[in-house]
Nanobody
Framework: QLQASGGGLVQTGGSLRLSCAAS????????MAWHRQAPGKQRELVAT???????NYADSVKGRFTISRDNARKSVFLEMTSLKPEDTAVYYC???????????????WGQGTLVTVSS
């Protein structure tokens, strides 16, 4: 129900923009986030955007990554700049979404998109 895209290969210092959209039968979205999992490491939270408009970031990406959302399109984005080799990971979007009203919130995960930063 979530489709992520935008990953790829980029050199150190480069930029990428990840996108994630919920399916058309989604009525609403609430908290939206990006996580990542590097080879041999645990999945970690990268950035979160709340329905209030507030956003939180992992210390490792503050000042380099920006999370944004489009509620009308049920989408979340991650603008990544000044990329480093240690940003290499599979990036997953994670969204609280409902297909009904009153809402019954489900926590959904996208399929993951690979970001590779070459040194």
């Amino acid at each position: 129900q979530l489709q992520a895209s935008g990953g790829g290969l980029v050199q150190t210092g480069g930029s990428l923009r990840l996108s994630c959209a919920a399916s058309r039968n989604t009525w609403g979205v609430n908290t939206m986030a990006w996580h990542r999992q590097a080879p041999g490491k645990q999945r970690e939270l990268v950035a979160t955007t709340f329905s209030s408009g507030e956003a939180n970031y992992a210390d490792s990406v503050k000042g380099r990554f920006t999370i944004s959302r489009d509620n009308a399109r049920k989408s979340v984005f991650l603008e990544m700049t000044s990329l480093k080799p240690e940003d290499t990971a599979v990036y997953y979007c994670n969204v609280d979404a409902t297909t009904t009203w009153p809402p019954v919130w489900q926590n959904l995960w996208g399929q993951g998109t690979l970001v590779t930063v070459s040194s």
